[in-house]
């Protein structure tokens, strides 16, 4: 299998044509902080910063990764109304193959600290793209764009963000031991003004007789997509598959943690549509409170987000240099 170099926004990218047509395979992603990302070439993750006791996926091994890339990471689905139809279409999923003739390429920048997962229908025209980045304020970003290939104007619902998001204080040894038992003590919040979906337990999970307070939460937010409707939960997924209609959660406890926000697209001809979806781990009440005023001015926010992102490429460059 060929390693393509392309130029894409000014930097420099190593591509993977047709990386769906080999057997997946590990990679990791590097920033100049303490985030950790250990990923599969099919989508499948774990992430984190600083140690697995502070995981923002579930820190498994690499065979469960793989088979975990339907239920855990990221998860979208469009439902495209072209010529008087409507079709499901859920990029880098394995549910319906052969549905649409599709492309699915891979990138990593030459850094590292970025990796971009492409997959092109050739049957609907359009082309979905989403990259990792990180941010040492803002955590984890994923960077989404969906474009319109044809010469025609296309209407889209789309549904997008994360699954399987743990809440704070869940060890690698609760993770992977007592997964059922931190499910009961999981606890969902969103405050629906913002999109600021919280992750937390309702209480710390000891075995002693003593009361021990849960203060702190992973927390996602997400920008760009118009009116979205938030989903806690991956409950609704197939009722959104089916007719596209969902009803937003506001406080949901005893379920796995996910993060969907659902919106309507219209895409003129070769146009495309962005949109961020940001997660961070070990957040405290003052950290959520100060992300909701800093979310009153949406865009200067997000030029801090993208301003950070390139600071800690800039940083990891250094950082390199000076070890060589």
């Known amino acids: 299998m060929p390693i393509l170099f392309e130029k894409i926004d000014g930097e420099t990218w190593f591509k993977i044509p047709n990386s769906d047509s080999i057997p997946p395979f590990f990679m990791t992603m590097v920033s100049d902080s303490n985030h ?34 339907e239920n855990t990471g990221t998860k979208t689905v469009f439902r495209v109304s072209k010529g008087g139809e409507t079709s499901t279409w859920e990029p880098f999923s394995d549910r319906c193959p052969k549905k649409f003739k599709i492309e699915r390429n891979l990138y990593k920048n030459k850094y590292g600290n970025k990796i ?10 359009l082309s979905f793209s989403y990259d990792w980045n990180t ?3 803002f955590g984890f970003v994923k960077k989404s764009k969906l474009k319109n290939l044809s010469p025609e104007k296309i209407q889209i619902q789309v549904l997008d963000g994360f699954q399987n998001i ?15 038992l931190v499910d009961a003590y999981k606890r969902s919040e969103l405050i629906p003004e913002k999109g600021i979906g919280i992750y937390a337990l309702s209480a710390i999970i000891v075995d002693r007789a003593e009361p021990s307070e849960a203060l702190k939460a ?78 009153s001015n949406p865009q200067r926010l997000i030029e801090d987000l993208e301003k950070d992102i390139e600071t800690g490429s800039e940083n990891l460059i250094s950082l390199v240099a000076s070890a060589d």
Request: proline share 2%; glycine share 6%.
């Open 135 to 137: 941010s040492n304020e």
């Open 36 to 69: 950790w990302l250990f990923i599969s070439s099919n989508g499948g993750l774990t992430a984190g910063r600083k140690n697995s006791d502070l995981a923002l996926f579930p820190y498994y091994t690499d065979d469960k990764i793989k088979r975990s890339k």
């Open 218 to 295: 992973n927390i996602v937010w997400s920008y760009g997509l118009d009116k979205p409707v938030y989903l806690l939960t991956s409950n609704q997924l197939d009722k959104f598959r089916k007719d596209g209609k969902v009803d937003q959660e506001i406080d949901v406890k005893g379920e796995k943690g996910s993060y969907f926000a659902c919106s309507q697209i219209e895409l003129s001809a070769k146009s495309e549509k962005n949109w961020y979806t940001i997660a961070n781990v070990n957040q405290s009440q003052s950290d959520v409170v100060l992300l909701e005023s800093k979310l």
């Open 116 to 125: 971009r997962f492409e997959e092109i229908n050739l049957d609907l025209h």
């Open 166 to 180: 743990l809440p704070y204080g869940v060890g690698s040894d609760l993770q992977s031991k007592q997964s059922n």
